[in-house]
């Protein structure tokens, strides 16, 4: 036989002439390229086949030297290994940079995809294979056995074996549907040792009967796929051992390359050598092309060409009659054809939900053609196969691990279909999926995440904020805890019973302490923890038995209390542990009766306790506490509702999916402020956020589910009832602290901010309810105004708008105010005397005041285009400019709410800055008066040099004539 030779073209450069590196090739399935890659080169080449002499694309993403190559089977997605121990993917053949699908702690030797795509498998110097889901990036499995570098990977084409080979010549067949090992074949391959320079290679047959493997005796090995036993060997011409070798896409021929620096062509079934080829440096990799008859290579130097009619022209061609995978058009491969690509792709761009059912049925058939594959019960198993199968398994696992009832809302419940009593739950934590990391806790500080390996394990704890939170270190889970809670100075873990003794535990971790051995743990024979809360130096925990344990922050057991029902979930927040437990079996139409109760622990009181209420048919699935720390909870209905004193005590609803998610979309929460949802999104049929990779927060606006108004000023409406609402909880805050014995002029200033925003809004309101001519709606509005400015921009719109019986009615509304704080009562309905002051000034006559009234009505003279007043026109009480005296002292502007006295501690300032009475304050006001050009404003005081009397002032002349006549 005559020895060929074949010159090749540079594309990689060793830093050192004499160096010798591992180079891969591939052949992209249109074969219009070819990718290259050195382990002494960082970059990636992408050849146009048609045009080698053209420029390359250079993909350098990778710090360190390329190793490993894989395309998937429909060449959308390339995978990379590097020396830098990270896998990247990319979009082929654009070469866009997809993402960083896993990392390892040593260099990496190989990489694989499997046949529908979906799997990535990846392995090197490590201890173990990594099989890493291509869709989510998430790692499915990690195979351990290996005793040297793996430095070859191949996924059977049925998709039910795993062959791995390492450095010292084992080849272990690997069980994808339970991860164990079926056969171990120790030293049956060269032993490389430690040289890198070589790497041994396995590849299957493409019908998956046979798995070739380098011979000791410079040969190739044939192995059966089921029985791992020797069926016959190739044995030819070579004189070193085989480095390398591939099948034909027939699998008729096959190529090897040695150490001897030559490649052999072979017929298989012939078992002989029909063609072979000479080269100057060794072939560290061989590609044939997808169609026709060419194979290309690469030497360890980096250079690069390809054999045309590799097999003799006399012979049949290497594409021709691909076994197996027949298609409509006869080019030998189906799953490259346009209508399979959706499914077939790994490339994480390319896959979309919409495609799953689509192409179902043709995925079905031909895995019922090919194999015995039934299809497994593992998340991990499944993704194994295609990707429409993914979305019939989700569906099957969540009924079968969840427990669900099937409903569209549900999350991470356990309720079975009827009226059955829904199980416990801890709120952010999504249900364990084998091989997946999943969220034990996750919340609006940050998430604590777990995977499980081989009998125990790894925990990881990151925060929303990097740079404020505290660096955690990872932990080794032995315990297997399926609950964690989160908060600034710790974490608590438990797990379910297990063992022979039937014990759950608990433990606590600080995330720093002053002393040695801080982290405790407990352990509970015979019961088991169902949920777990943390707080401001606490911990809690519930059980089956419906006991509520209260550890201290170093592990003294506190309190001991019984429940009155079992748990369903709990919740902390700094002093306060809020429980919700059954209180009786569901009714017939399927509603949870749930009861909800909050402990301070501090005080060791119960300061609420009450229904839990919940929409008809659903279950609870989010419970906890607002940043301000309002009780919260959501149910799988999508309605959240927050807790108010107002009325007693109840429950407000802030929030309805219904109104604004697309009906392909769940809402999974994570925690909320006064005025957002913080949420993500997931898309049906998911329910609940994968942790890999990291999910992103969707911030939602908090509203009432109103009804349509006839009105026409919906958003109005709501910012009216959002404000009343925030209203009421700085009111309440103010209590609390006011009986404490706390300040409350930060609060005092917040509720001054508040009320001028609700009037605001009011105003706005009344204007509404004037164009739609309700003039029985402005009446109420008016009514509800708090400050006296408010009052006079209310009467000056309705005089402008020419509604003269309107403006008498809001006349006659403020005279019965007087005539009301005269006989001692509070000025305004929402008001409270606890922040805002009583006005009890006596009036001298009702109907001065009423001229007063009228007098600035006629002299408002607002044109329509500035009927309602603006936002940034009006300033807050402890925002104005003061103005100075005739000794340069500074004196407060002083503003004054209708009905109400003046603030005394204003008083007491301008008392201090030497201002004696009234008369003084405004002459030195006067004196000092700043020009500025402002926009017309019903609030703004007239411009003209000669004031009219303002109501405050002639409030003020009132009250000194009676002081007088009474003196």
């Not at 329509?864 to 407060?892: C, F, M, Q, W, Y």
Request: charge should be negative; hydrophobic fraction near 35%.
């Amino acid at each position: 036989m005559k020895i060929r030779t074949m010159k090749l073209r540079e594309a990689h450069t060793a830093a050192d002439d004499a160096q010798t590196s591992v180079c891969s090739i591939l052949w992209a399935a249109d074969a219009g390229h070819i990718v290259t890659a050195s382990s002494s080169d960082n970059a990636i080449c992408i050849h146009d086949a048609s045009a080698p002499s053209n420029a390359p694309k250079f993909l350098r993403n990778h710090r360190e030297g390329v190793t490993a190559l894989a395309l998937s089977p429909n060449s959308t997605c390339l995978a990379s290994g590097s020396l830098d121990h990270s896998v990247k993917l990319y979009k082929f053949p654009g070469g866009d940079f997809e993402t960083n699908i896993t990392r390892f702690t040593l260099p990496i030797r190989a990489v694989a995809f499997n046949k529908s795509g979906t799997i990535l498998a990846a392995a090197g110097d490590d201890e173990g294979i990594k099989l890493v889901n291509n869709i989510d990036g998430t790692i499915a499995r990690v195979l351990k056995g290996h005793k040297g570098s793996v430095t070859s990977l191949a996924f059977d084409p049925k998709t039910e074996y795993l062959a791995s080979l390492d450095s010292i010549g084992t080849v272990i067949f690997w069980e994808l549907q339970s991860g164990s090992t079926l056969h171990v074949l120790k030293a049956i391959a060269p032993n490389n040792g430690t040289d890198v320079s070589v790497m041994n290679i396995l590849a299957w047959s493409p019908d998956g009967e046979l798995l070739a493997v380098p011979g000791l005796k410079n040969n190739v090995v044939m192995y059966d796929r089921d029985t791992a036993e020797k069926l016959f060997s190739l044995s030819g011409d070579h004189v070193e051992p085989v480095c390398f070798l591939s099948w034909s896409p027939n699998g008729k021929y096959i190529a090897t390359s040695g150490l001897d620096k030559q490649i052999l062509i072979w017929d298989v079934d012939k078992k002989q050598d029909i063609e072979r080829q000479k080269f100057s440096e060794c072939i560290s990799c061989m590609a044939w092309k997808p169609e026709g008859n060419a194979l290309a290579v690469i030497d360890v130097k980096g250079k690069y060409g390809v054999w045309e009619s590799a097999v003799p022209s006399t012979m049949k061609s290497p594409t021709e009659d691909i076994p197996g995978l027949c298609s409509k058009n006869n080019n030998g491969l189906l799953l490259f054809d346009e209508e399979e690509e959706p499914c077939a792709s790994g490339n994480l761009s390319d896959l979309n939900e919409d495609s799953h059912g689509e192409f179902e049925p043709l995925s079905r058939k031909r895995f019922r053609k090919h194999s015995n594959y039934d299809g497994w019960e593992e998340d991990f198993n499944d993704e194994l196969e295609t990707v429409p199968k993914v979305e019939i398994r989700k569906k099957a696992f969540y009924g079968h691990k969840e427990n669900l009832s099937g409903k569209s809302g549900s999350r991470n419940t356990m309720v079975t279909a009827g009226p059955k009593m829904q199980e416990a739950f801890q709120p952010g934590a999504t249900p364990a999926q084998p091989g997946k990391r999943h969220f034990l806790c996750y919340n609006m500080l940050g998430s604590i995440t777990t995977m499980e390996h081989e009998g125990y394990s790894h925990i990881e704890i990151d925060f929303h904020d990097t740079n404020s939170g505290p660096r955690v270190s990872a932990m080794t889970d032995y315990f297997g805890f399926t609950m964690a809670s989160l908060n600034e100075k710790g974490s608590v873990f438990a797990n379910p019973c297990k063992g022979d003794k039937n014990m759950s535990t608990l433990m606590y971790r600080p995330f720093s302490s002053w002393a040695n051995n801080s982290e405790w743990s407990m352990r509970f024979e015979g019961e088991e923890v169902r949920a777990i809360a943390l707080g401001s130096g606490w911990v809690a925990a519930i059980t089956n038995l419906n006991s509520l344990r209260i550890f201290t922050e170093g592990g003294l057991q506190r309190y001991i209390l019984s429940l009155d029902g079992p748990v369903v979930t709990a919740a902390g927040y700094k002093d306060e542990l809020a429980v919700v437990t059954h209180i009786s079996p569901p009714l017939p139409t399927d509603e949870q009766i749930l009861e909800f109760r909050v402990f301070n622990i501090c005080h060791g009181s119960q300061p609420l306790r009450g229904r839990l209420p919940l929409t008809p048919g659903s279950n609870l699935t989010w419970f906890g506490f607002s940043e301000e720390g309002q009780l919260s909870s959501f149910d799988s209905k999508g309605i959240l509702r927050v807790f108010t004193s107002q009325f007693g005590g109840t429950w407000l609803p802030l929030f309805s999916a219904s109104k604004i998610k697309k009906s392909e979309e769940n809402y999974w929460v994570a925690g909320l402020n006064a005025s957002k949802l913080f949420c993500i999104v997931c898309k049906l049929p998911e329910t609940f956020p994968q942790s890999t990779p990291k999910p992103v927060l969707t911030l939602l606006d908090l509203s009432f589910p109103l009804a349509a108004s006839d009105l026409g000023a919906d958003s109005l409406e709501n910012e009216f009832m959002m404000s009343n609402m925030h209203l009421s909880w700085i009111q309440r805050s103010i209590e609390e602290r006011a009986a404490s014995g706390l300040d409350t002029t930060l609060l005092d200033d917040e509720a001054f901010n508040v009320e001028t925003a609700l009037d605001r809004c009011i105003l706005r309101l009344i204007a509404s309810c004037c164009n739609s001519d309700k003039p029985v709606r402005a009446t109420e509005l008016v009514k509800l105004l708090s400050l006296e400015k408010s009052v006079r921009g209310a009467i000056k719109l309705v005089t402008a708008l020419k509604l003269p019986s309107l403006a008498e009615r809001f006349n006659g509304i403020v005279e019965e105010k007087l005539l009301s704080e005269r006989d001692g009562n509070t000025a305004l309905p929402d008001s409270k005397s606890k922040y805002s002051g009583s006005l009890k000034t006596e009036v001298a006559s009702t109907k001065f005041f009423t001229a007063e009234i009228n007098r600035a009505a006629e002299a408002a003279v607002v044109s329509p285009a500035h009927i309602l007043p603006s936002t940034s026109n009006v300033r807050p009480r402890n925002s104005e400019e003061p103005t100075k005296d005739r000794n340069g002292k500074n004196e407060e502007s002083k503003t004054m709410t209708l009905g109400r006295t003046m603030d005394l501690k204003v008083t007491e300032k301008v008392n201090a800055n030497g201002v004696h009475n009234p008369r003084e304050a405004t002459k030195a006001t006067k004196v000092d008066k700043p020009c500025s050009s402002r926009p017309s404003n019903p609030f703004a005081k007239s411009s003209s040099n000669q004031e009219s009397p303002s109501l405050f002032d002639s409030l003020k002349k009132m009250k000194k004539t009676d002081v007088k006549g009474k003196l």
